[in-house]
């Protein structure tokens, strides 16, 4: 699926929005999949994506975060954490096949089926770009490898650029600070 046109889809989002694959034409799109509102990991992940949502948009680049959960329960998550990106509902897990993430899971020593958490980085073109699967919850938006670059040093490496020519300092929320992008 990598540098591969990715299949179109149409699916219902927070604030009573649909996502159309083929309106996001002419961005970059980061589609981050997660198993469930409101629980520590899910929440913190999607706190991270927020609080580098500036940077992101910067990029040329919209945040999509998708789960099984209700479009109800993904607008309280979102209210509650003042998420400024839509959430997408996937109770019919159509995405969650499409990006294949749907994985024999074990909780307490009983298996089941659910989401495992992955990112998929979606080009201006609408070409599958970059994926990281089995993803760790822990600094995730700002640390996964591209090469030798974090996800957000890829992005901002692209916008810086293209847009400011020049290098910008950010401080991550982690605690490493002083890293030129």
């Not at 699926?1 to 179109?8: F, R, T």
């Not at 929005?17 to 589609?31: E, I, R, W």
Request: charged share 25%; with cysteine.
């Amino acid at each position: 699926m990598l540098n591969q046109p990715v299949k179109h889809f149409s699916a219902a989002a927070t604030s009573a929005t649909t996502v159309d694959l083929a309106a996001l034409a002419g961005k970059q799109v980061v589609l981050y999949f997660y198993p469930k509102d409101n629980t520590p990991g899910c929440t913190t992940e999607s706190q991270d994506f927020r609080d580098l949502h500036e940077q992101f948009t910067a990029a040329n680049t919209l945040i999509f975060g998708i789960s099984r959960d209700s479009l109800r329960v993904h607008e309280n998550f979102k209210a509650k954490h003042g998420f400024p990106f839509e959430l997408i509902s996937d109770a019919e897990e159509a995405l969650c096949q499409q990006f294949d993430v749907i994985k024999l899971k074990k909780l307490y020593g009983k298996e089941h089926l659910g989401i495992e958490r992955s990112t998929f980085l979606i080009d201006q073109a609408g070409v599958l770009r970059h994926e990281w699967r089995k993803v760790k919850v822990a600094g995730h938006a700002f640390t996964q490898p591209i090469g030798e670059h974090c996800l957000l040093k890829g992005f901002m490496q692209q916008a810086v650029a293209r847009q400011f020519g020049k290098r910008m300092k950010i401080t991550l929320r982690s605690g490493i600070s002083g890293q030129h992008f």
